[in-house]
């Protein structure tokens, strides 16, 4: 086994076997040839089968401090050391409305409920207090956190008062949730991160930074290079970050560094190595609200109410789970696949899109470079057209 410019070269067996065979045979001149067979030959090959597992040993050692082949807990140790980190398991979130006695009031996590469909317990997650009408609005976090998108129904498992789940009120589904990020999922991710500490190139600012983003695709870096009417020394930087403004003002001056003039909206004042002020500016990503508008058909012996909602969470299930970033491009054909696997359709009829800030009803959204599309339970419409049911 040979490393040559940083890359393993195998020595075959016949290639060991030759090797040792040679070496006895001039090490010891009296001997003509090694009888096939006899105890020299058979501790030759004993070695060589040695040789062989120990090349397998280095291979392995050696792939564990490679970014490529690292494996099981080597991989969080070796990503960890440039900054990426495995994304923990995060529980799903839904609302519900509870009625009660007016005036009770209820401890966090006093109360667990659990969905009839997978058993999964949920706790609410903050103090619960009743309104003078004896109604609350409350959250409520799963013990268990699930790969797919359960259905939901829920009944009151364990409650210190008497109580009840209001269900003339539908389920909101604040966040879906996911398990412990998977390898493949962690190695994908760092690959887009190796670049972790190179503050040269437009993939290495972003990669400094993504460590405060959900997404990589929640985040644009502009320069002259990308936008040429912009002029030199300047960035603009557009962000839908998940952390403090001032945290990540610090982020971007460590990044950059000073001799750059930030555009943006949000100013935040920092102090440099000789405490002098420095602003760091950069622009949120606007929040545009995506009313959708479905029509169709539910099928015999659905109520309603029962099929809108039904599509509701199914719709904003799909969504959650699918990434919708800056300057995205959504049409109403994305959103059709999670609504036709609903039971409760008999017939999808067609689906129009309304930014929430225009009159249009629309097959597709096209979103500005510092816009972001946001979906919510109650942005979503359904229409059933009853002619041509089934």
């Given at each position: 086994?040979?490393?040559?410019?940083?890359?393993?070269?195998?020595?075959?067996?016949?290639?060991?076997?030759?090797?040792?065979?040679?070496?006895?045979?001039?090490?010891?001149?009296?001997?003509?040839?090694?009888?096939?067979?006899?105890?020299?030959?058979?501790?030759?090959?004993?070695?060589?089968?040695?040789?062989?597992?120990?090349?397998?040993?280095?291979?392995?050692?050696?792939?564990?401090?490679?970014?490529?082949?690292?494996?099981?807990?080597?991989?969080?140790?070796?990503?960890?050391?440039?900054?990426?980190?495995?994304l923990n398991a995060a529980?799903?979130?839904?609302?519900?409305?509870?009625?009660?006695?007016?005036?009770?009031?209820?401890?966090?996590?006093?109360?667990?409920?659990?969905?009839?469909?997978?058993?999964?317990?949920?706790?609410?997650?903050?103090?619960?207090?009743?309104?003078?009408?004896?109604?609350?609005?409350?959250?409520?976090?799963?013990?268990?956190?699930?790969?797919?998108?359960?259905?939901?129904?829920?009944?009151?498992?364990?409650?210190?008062?008497?109580?009840?789940?209001?269900?003339?009120?539908?389920?909101?589904?604040?966040?879906?949730?996911?398990?412990?990020?998977?390898?493949?999922?962690?190695?994908?991710?760092?690959?887009?991160?190796?670049?972790?500490?190179?503050?040269?190139?437009?993939?290495?600012?972003?990669?400094?930074?993504?460590?405060?983003?959900?997404?990589?695709?929640?985040?644009?870096?502009?320069?002259?290079?990308?936008n040429p009417e912009m002029?030199?020394?300047?960035?603009?930087?557009?962000?839908?970050?998940?952390?403090?403004?001032?945290?990540?003002?610090?982020?971007?001056?460590?990044?950059?560094?000073?001799?750059?003039?930030?555009?943006?909206?949000?100013?935040?004042?920092?102090?440099?190595?000789?405490?002098?002020?420095?602003?760091?500016?950069?622009?949120?990503?606007?929040?545009?609200?995506?009313?959708?508008?479905?029509?169709?058909?539910?099928?015999?012996?659905?109520?309603?109410?029962?099929?809108?909602?039904?599509?509701?969470?199914?719709?904003?299930?799909?969504?959650?789970?699918?990434?919708?970033?800056?300057?995205?491009?959504?049409?109403?054909?994305?959103?059709?696949?999670?609504?036709?696997?609903?039971?409760?359709?008999?017939?999808?009829?067609?689906?129009?899109?309304?930014?929430?800030?225009?009159?249009?009803?629309?097959?597709?959204?096209?979103?500005?470079?510092?816009?972001?599309?946001?979906?919510?339970?109650?942005?979503?419409?359904?229409?059933?057209?009853?002619?041509?049911?089934?």
């Amino acid at each position: 086994m040979k490393f040559i410019n940083c890359e393993i070269i195998e020595d075959n067996k016949q290639d060991i076997q030759s090797f040792y065979r040679q070496n006895i045979l001039d090490l010891f001149p009296n001997i003509d040839n090694i009888l096939e067979g006899g105890l020299i030959d058979k501790l030759i090959k004993l070695l060589v089968d040695y040789e062989l597992d120990m090349q397998e040993k280095i291979k392995w050692l050696y792939s564990q401090f490679s970014p490529t082949g690292v494996e099981n807990f080597l991989q969080d140790a070796l990503y960890e050391r440039i900054g990426v980190l495995r994304l923990n398991a995060a529980p799903m979130i839904v609302k519900l409305r509870l009625v009660s006695n007016p005036g009770i009031s209820l401890r966090a996590e006093s109360l667990r409920i659990k969905n009839t469909y997978d058993n999964s317990e949920f706790k609410n997650s903050s103090d619960i207090l009743f309104d003078s009408e004896g109604y609350t609005e409350a959250e409520f976090f799963s013990d268990s956190v699930s790969a797919e998108t359960p259905e939901l129904s829920f009944k009151v498992f364990r409650s210190p008062v008497s109580l009840r789940i209001d269900e003339d009120y539908p389920v909101s589904i604040i966040s879906m949730g996911h398990p412990i990020e998977s390898d493949v999922g962690y190695k994908e991710r760092y690959n887009n991160s190796k670049a972790i500490k190179a503050c040269v190139t437009p993939g290495g600012n972003i990669s400094n930074l993504s460590k405060h983003l959900d997404s990589l695709s929640y985040i644009n870096i502009l320069t002259k290079n990308s936008n040429p009417e912009m002029d030199f020394g300047t960035v603009r930087i557009i962000v839908k970050h998940n952390t403090s403004d001032e945290i990540f003002a610090r982020e971007i001056f460590e990044t950059f560094g000073v001799g750059i003039k930030f555009l943006g909206d949000t100013c935040v004042e920092l102090l440099d190595s000789c405490g002098y002020p420095v602003n760091i500016r950069f622009d949120k990503a606007k929040e545009i609200p995506v009313l959708i508008y479905i029509y169709l058909n539910f099928v015999r012996d659905v109520s309603f109410e029962q099929g809108v909602e039904q599509v509701k969470n199914a719709l904003i299930g799909y969504v959650s789970s699918n990434i919708f970033g800056l300057g995205v491009n959504l049409y109403a054909t994305d959103l059709a696949n999670p609504i036709l696997k609903c039971q409760e359709v008999a017939l999808l009829k067609r689906i129009k899109l309304n930014r929430g800030d225009s009159n249009d009803l629309v097959d597709n959204i096209s979103f500005a470079v510092d816009e972001i599309p946001i979906f919510k339970f109650e942005y979503i419409y359904v229409e059933e057209e009853v002619n041509g049911g089934i």
